[in-house]
């Protein structure tokens, strides 16, 4: 039991290290991934710790450990100072009860910086069992508001672009391009009065409205010019300075015009000369290959968008790839290739204008129309692109106009299984606030700090499944009293299930359904079904079908009903980390969170708990029989009824799993039991107590003393120092009668 004659097999790695994100400061950090699985998923935008509770991420204790441990992140503003050591309790399972993130210069000592100009992260914990070697950490991350000069982002109410349901926020793709010409410490440093504000906003507007927006990171060795084309060639557009104002103007390349409104150039109105110009000619394309990067699976994303008339006239695929790798979703990359690819198929005619002054306003990516009877040119729609001057003349690039960008495709993509989170969180379909038992804080704080406890200390913990969409929850508690609720730690829901059926005390075959985070590796560990906790033996996820040890710890097997949920505790049980004192109430809320918001107190179920110290209580006995018959299955008449059971040790047996029906452990040390008999009238008709030895008769001579009842409903109890177990047994025995009420009793089932 315990650690007790238990072989070293290997050993869990804890490191204390610092990572650094880039500049800073950012929005938030959302989740971090470790080997490519989710340790983490929330939301951190400044220094409080948070706590990672995925111990068994690698395949737990008996393959590679998991993620446990705290970190903090840091944005590295002007006059940020490195914070000091703080302890965090990881939640309420081993390897790790609780760590401390160090103040890094005390730590690291001599002279250290303040980690000002950029993100870094800080974490101390478990990173690895039985393998040596720390694995390959990945860091999601958010800007779009923050990081701005002055902490002043331009326009702020386009800033983000929600994409996916809100799972994904992406940043405008103007705003980019804006910060990119204005900051002055990374960017090109202009003035903001040296871009024209108004194409700029309008470009904001029209991006989100499109669902347009860019997931990007810049690298410090990448000149700022190429950035901002990068971006420019993902959207489509054009940016070049107005000839009348000298401000920067950006211009998108869309259909946001009326044909009938926009300037008409012939020979007559200023239309001096028109040539064909082929020096883009080149073999059309009927299908474009674009690639994407999703940053919630961290992996490229591919479609392909087809021209299937050209297929057919040009005999088979003519692809060209394309690579817009800030496009961060299937369906707007579809829509960007399909922009392309009209602009690339078709044989789009080009040309090149003379135009007289009356064309002096024209500037690249506007749009006009062109008349020429000599070429054939009835009424054409061109866009503008290289516009010159020569010989008093205005020149200009143009092509035909089909840059519009489709709000909808109908062209096929491959289909993803990912359905984005929902982002409005809803409470919690099912939630339970516990007190925990010895074996529970055993797990969570270990024997040394456990051996420091007083008799009145007490804890609770907290189990919830989720509704879908959300995968951590705040656990709000406060002491009965209490003004208000205090936020204690973000932590992944409960393993669970509920029960296909009615079980009695007896039964170890049970189906589960409705699972939540229930595999094959929830086996071996302790479950709790009502007041009842049970050992999980063997678990077929395919079809639900589970064997469980019955009566573990400090409770007895009971009867449940069908549907009755099953919650997975050793490692799933969230607790606040805080002492409470037996006799306080405790309150508490479970507020689930999405990537985007945490549920309202006010709209979470408030659960209640009156503590009673459970930790301290001895356990109740177990393997209790009647003349060698359990008494869940007790049959028939009993003269003078030998009542048995096994001793019990809380401390002896540690986090053992120890079922009802195993011998005897101890007893604890100044244990003792005690015995109540009642008749059928419910009145108490003898109190034995101080039993030390694990067998007790009821004989003829107390019979006839408690004026020879003919059923007897019985009572046990373990008592230690006047504490009293937390559950007792309660049963009915049927004394031998003759051919009166003993017969009728048993076979009337009175």
Aim: glycine share 10%; aromatic share 10%.
């Amino acid at each position: 039991m315990g650690g007790k004659g238990k072989q070293t097999v290997g050993f869990h790695y804890l490191f204390t290290f610092v990572a650094g994100f880039g500049r800073g400061p950012i929005d938030e950090l959302v989740e971090i991934q470790v080997a490519d699985k989710t340790a983490w998923s929330g939301s951190a935008s400044d220094a409080t710790p948070h706590a990672i509770n995925s111990p068994n991420l690698f395949g737990g204790e008996e393959k590679e450990g998991g993620i446990q441990g705290a970190f903090r992140l840091l944005q590295g503003g002007a006059t940020q100072v490195l914070p000091p050591a703080v302890t965090v309790f990881t939640g309420s399972s081993k390897p790790v009860g609780s760590v401390t993130i160090p103040n890094v210069k005390s730590a690291l000592g001599g002279l250290v910086s303040e980690f000002r100009g950029f993100v870094s992260f800080v974490y101390d914990g478990l990173v690895t069992s039985m393998n040596p070697y720390l694995k390959d950490w990945k860091f999601r991350v958010r800007r779009h508001r923050a990081g701005w000069h002055n902490d002043d982002p331009w326009y702020p109410e386009k800033a983000v672009v929600y994409l996916e349901n809100g799972a994904i926020h992406a940043m405008n793709p103007a705003h980019i391009i804006y910060q990119c010409f204005t900051d002055p410490d990374w960017g090109k440093g202009e003035d903001a009065d040296a871009l024209d504000e108004n194409s700029f906003v309008y470009a904001a507007n029209l991006l989100c409205s499109e669902g347009f927006g860019l997931c990007l990171p810049w690298y410090r060795q990448e000149d700022v010019d190429a950035f901002i084309q990068v971006v420019v060639d993902h959207i489509g557009c054009l940016i070049y300075e107005d000839r009348t104002t000298g401000k920067q103007v950006i211009r998108l390349l869309r259909n946001d015009y009326d044909p009938a409104t926009i300037p008409l150039f012939t020979p007559d109105t200023g239309l001096l000369a028109i040539e064909e110009d082929d020096s883009a000619s080149a073999e059309a394309v009927n299908e474009i290959v674009a690639t994407g990067f999703s940053p919630v699976t961290r992996g490229d994303i591919q479609v392909r968008a087809n021209n299937i008339a050209g297929w057919h006239s040009q005999g088979g695929p003519i692809s060209r790839p394309m690579e817009w790798k800030g496009i961060p979703t299937r369906s707007l990359l579809l829509r960007r290739a399909q922009q392309e690819l009209r602009t690339l198929s078709g044989g789009l005619k080009r040309f090149r204008l003379r135009l007289d002054r009356r064309a002096w306003q024209l500037a690249p990516g506007s749009v006009i129309r062109i008349s020429s009877p000599r070429h054939n040119i009835e009424n054409m729609v061109v866009r503008l692109g290289e516009v010159g001057e020569q010989r008093g003349a205005i020149t200009a690039r143009v092509a035909e106009d089909v840059f519009a960008l489709p709000s909808t495709t109908f062209t096929g993509s491959a289909d993803s299984d990912w359905t984005p989170p929902a982002q409005q969180p809803v409470p919690a379909p099912d939630d339970a606030l516990l007190e925990l038992g010895y074996r529970d804080l055993y797990r969570a704080v270990g024997p040394g700090d456990l051996s420091t406890a007083t008799e009145t200390d007490a804890s609770v913990g907290m189990v919830a499944t989720s509704s879908g969409g959300s995968y951590l929850y705040n656990l709000a508690t406060k002491a009965d009293g209490e003004p208000n609720y205090s936020i204690r730690l973000n932590q992944p829901y409960t393993g669970f299930g509920a029960l296909s059926a009615d079980i009695g005390p007896l039964d170890t075959a049970i189906v589960l359904q409705q699972p939540y985070e229930l595999d094959a590796e929830s086996v071996d560990q302790m479950f709790r079904i009502g007041d009842e906790e049970v050992w999980l033996t063997s678990y077929d996820p395919a079809t639900g079908d589970a064997t469980i040890v019955r009566g573990c710890s400090d409770t007895i097997p009971s009867a449940h009903a069908a549907g009755s949920s099953v919650w997975a505790i050793d490692d799933d049980l969230v607790t606040d980390g805080r002492t409470y004192v037996t006799g306080e109430t405790v309150l508490a809320k479970c507020l689930p969170r999405t990537s985007s918001a945490v549920l309202d107190e006010s709209e979470a179920t408030e659960r209640s708990l009156t503590l009673i110290g459970r930790q301290v209580l001895p356990y109740p006995p177990g393997n209790v029989k009647v003349d060698g018959t359990s008494i869940f299955s007790l049959i028939g008449e009993y003269a003078e009824p030998v009542i048995t059971w096994a001793h019990r040790d809380r401390v002896m047996q540690e986090d053992a799993h120890v079922g009802h029906g195993e011998p005897s452990i101890g007893p604890e040390p100044g244990a003792t039991y005690n015995l109540r008999l009642y008749d059928l009238d419910d009145n108490l008709i003898r109190n034995t107590t101080g039993l030390t030895t694990d067998t007790w008769t009821y004989d003829a001579a107390m019979q006839a003393a408690d004026s020879a009842p003919s059923v007897v409903r019985v009572e046990l109890e373990t008592e230690r120092d006047g504490h009293v177990s937390w559950q007792h047994y309660s049963f009915l025995v049927i004394l031998k009668g003759g051919w009166g009420y003993g017969w009728g009793f048993n076979w009337g089932g009175a």
